[in-house]
């Protein structure tokens, strides 16, 4: 079982949508835009008032960290 840490899950920033966007971190990271499929808002990096797009950043740059140190142990 492996889990892809280039896919992330976030809230929707349009409040009364409630829906997740699933997007992929490296297509993002390469600036192209991801959109609520139940809403269709646009989020994109250039974005940088989105707060949640930048936590969910966090913890993905988090998550790379503690990958690669892992693998470099072994
Ligand atoms: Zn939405």
Redesign the pocket.
């Known amino acids: 079982m492996s889990k892809e840490l280039t896919n992330q899950t976030i809230p ?1 920033p ?1 409040s009364g ?1 409630g ?1 997740l ?1 699933t997007f992929n971190t490296s297509e993002l990271f390469q600036g192209k835009e991801i959109s ?1 499929l ?2 269709n ?1 646009v989020i994109s990096l250039s974005d940088e008032s989105n707060e949640l797009v930048e936590d969910a950043f966090e913890k993905f740059e988090a998550m790379r960290e503690k990958y690669i140190e892992n693998k470099s142990n072994g």
């Open positions: 929707c349009n949508c829906g966007i609520c139940k809403c808002s």
